[in-house]
């Protein structure tokens, strides 16, 4: 049986693994690296790894790529990193076809989630499936009769980069990407931003014990039935919410998939969703489409990029 090498290149986490043309893991790691310079750490720590799995598993027959930001699909070109410096106009498909001498594909990293809860996740069986993660950032893959769809080659269906309104400031009408309101990065700069938390609620608590408070704090002090966090993930959830509705209005898929850290908080978050969804969703779409949990969550990347290697994807 052939064997794919898998890598999810992340502004957070690194990931790198070997599977199956069915999206089987066979063996993966991951890495949150300290940066230098960004870019060039990422590629040493993936060619030190790279060169000994292939030693390892010399079945290998393509590598597949899931590429934290904007890219050039044709040509696995990238446009930049919105996380990671350095990585402006590089040729990351070139780079690895010239390094190991093995063909390449490279896609977005949410695209590649995408294809992995499409084809073996919690998208399994839906007609038109759209795919989004909140993570370090947010993203966005839309399937049509299981294909791609690419826009004109450089991606499409950036949720985390529409507009909805930022109730983050007093200016009134005031639009904002929807990534800087709802994305993990952007959920606890504004947590942790002085003078934010109320003295004497769960996370203000938290902060002066810990000095930082995270995400999975606001999912613990929402459990504890702080109203705080209830109005604060109430917030944020409903801001993401338009952006569902709005791609539910332009697209109309059937399945909603989100992955992506913030989402492991589970019913908590996802009962918000549906509530907000529903009340924002154009009557055409109300009761045709499902939100769901991600599947696969931490390897949906990995498992999307072997399954691309493997020429799953289709666009």
């Known amino acids: 049986m052939n064997k794919y090498l898998g890598i999810e290149i992340g502004g957070t986490k690194q990931q790198i693994g070997i599977g199956t043309e069915k999206g089987e893991i066979l063996y993966s790691e991951s890495v949150k690296l300290q940066y230098r310079e960004g870019a060039a750490d990422i590629l040493e720590w993936i060619q030190d790894r790279t ?21 050039e699909s044709a040509t696995g070109r990238i446009l930049c990193s919105l996380q990671v410096p350095g990585w402006k106009d590089f040729r990351l498909k070139n780079w690895f076809e010239e390094k190991f001498h093995m063909d ?21 069986g839906s007609d038109h499936l759209f795919y989004t993660n909140i993570g370090t950032g947010i993203g ?33 009408g005031k639009a904002i990407r929807l990534e800087l309101i709802c994305s993990g990065r952007s959920i606890e700069e504004r947590l942790n931003r002085p003078g934010y938390l109320p003295e004497h609620t769960f996370l203000g608590d938290r902060w ?48 909603i998939v989100v992955g992506g850290g913030v989402a492991k908080m589970g019913d908590i978050l996802f009962e918000r969703l549906e509530k907000f969804t529903d009340r924002y969703a154009f009557v055409a779409n109300q009761g045709q489409y499902e939100i769901r949990p991600s599947k696969l969550m931490d390897q949906a990347v990995l498992v999307g990029a072997v399954l691309a290697a493997a020429g799953e994807l289709n666009v």
Request: glycine share 16%; with cysteine; hydrophobic share 40%.
């Open 140 to 172: 966005g893959g839309l399937f049509i009769h299981g294909k791609y769809y690419d826009g004109v080659g450089f991606g499409a269906s950036y949720l985390g980069n529409s507009l909805i309104p930022d109730w983050t400031v007093s200016e009134s």
């Open 104 to 124: 390449t594909c490279v896609v977005n990293d949410t695209v590649a989630g995408g294809l992995a809860e499409l084809k073996c996740g919690a998208g399994a």
């Open 208 to 255: 002066k014990e810990m000095g930082r408070v995270s995400c999975a704090d606001l999912g613990d002090g929402v459990r504890a039935g702080d109203q705080f966090c209830m109005e604060e993930l109430d917030r944020t959830a409903e801001s993401f919410s338009i952006g569902l509705a709005n791609v539910l209005a332009l697209a109309a898929p059937n399945c």
């Open 51 to 71: 060169w000994k799995l292939l030693e390892n598993y010399p079945d290998i027959c393509r590598i597949g790529v899931g590429f934290g930001g904007p890219l």
